[in-house]
């Protein structure tokens, strides 16, 4: 299983950006998807996440600024995040809760990351 992110870049303070990432592979279901964020020296923090049913929930800084949303058809998770901070530079890391087969455990796949770089 491979997850591919995109739609990082550069903007400035108040801009937007929306990150797509898609899953591929041998994939019998896919549960819980979403996005943790790594800021240079800092651990990995999670960002948002959207499960099966939907059921969305944000880090708190992101409440209000982002929304993740899914298609399910295209096993694809999306982050829509709009007036960005300085705070928020980050490379971005999609992931995914899946089953590669009916009786196979779920785990947790990552995408490779995709940076976000916000200027004041």
């Known amino acids: 299983v491979q997850l591919q992110a995109s739609g990082g870049g550069s903007v400035q303070t108040g801009g937007s950006l929306r990150l797509s990432c898609a899953a591929s592979?041998?994939?019998?279901?896919?549960?819980?998807m979403g996005w943790y964020r790594q800021a240079p020296g800092k651990q990995r923090d999670w960002v948002a996440v959207?499960?099966?049913?939907?059921?969305?929930n944000y880090l708190n800084s992101g409440k209000g600024r982002f929304s993740i949303s899914r298609d399910s058809a295209k096993n694809a998770v999306y982050l829509q995040m709009n007036n960005l901070k300085p705070e928020d530079t980050a490379v971005y890391y999609c992931?995914?809760?899946?089953?590669?087969?009916?009786?196979?455990?779920?785990?947790?796949?990552w995408g490779q990351g995709t940076l976000v770089t916000v200027s004041s």
């Open positions: 592979g041998t994939i019998f279901s896919v549960s819980t």
């Open positions: 959207v499960t099966s049913a939907d059921f969305t």
């Open positions: 992931y995914a809760d899946l089953k590669t087969t009916a009786s196979s455990p779920v785990s947790r796949s």
